[in-house]
């Protein structure tokens, strides 16, 4: 015994968190698209389809999931410690880049827009030069998928420029 790969519980909250984002995102207006091979951050590309055309309007998306999350004292939002390494991959993305944090228990996808987020606090920018593994970004409780994604659509129309730096904006 012992000389086999084990299984993590991980992985199960993993798989079921992309599972859920997967179901939740309206599929009218969606095409959901996970991401196989190097794990650079990305796990999937939400492409956004209007008058059944696609415009190339993408979001994407990392996956996070969670049994048990806890929102912060103000009941407002959730803290998650998000890698750094990815925050600047997903901050160089013309593209918007949204953090899909998964209460697989309840079946929430919870979401933040990361360009938004970094666009909206310029001093986070500073907390990316540190010497440190993660940053904790605050995940709205409000911003959960449903059926009514005008915010998401809004979202996907966004093109960014600027890359990870205090130069980043959205593209007029």
Known sequence: MGKLPKDCNAREIGSTAVGIVHYKFPKKNWE????????????????????????????????????????????????????????????????????FYVDIEEELVYYLPMQDYFISNPSFFEKLEKDQQTLNVHIPANNIISDNDDKLIEIAKSVYVGGPSYKLRKAQ
Do not use: W
């Open 32 to 99: 959901f698209r996970q991401i196989t091979g190097v794990d650079t951050g990305v796990d999937c590309i939400c492409e956004l389809i209007e008058n059944e055309e696609y415009h190339n309007k993408k979001i994407e998306g990392q996956i996070k999931g969670t049994k048990k999350p806890k929102l912060l004292e103000n009941k407002e939002y959730f803290s998650f410690p998000m890698e750094i390494k990815t925050i600047r991959h997903g901050l160089g993305s013309s593209n918007a880049f949204i953090l």
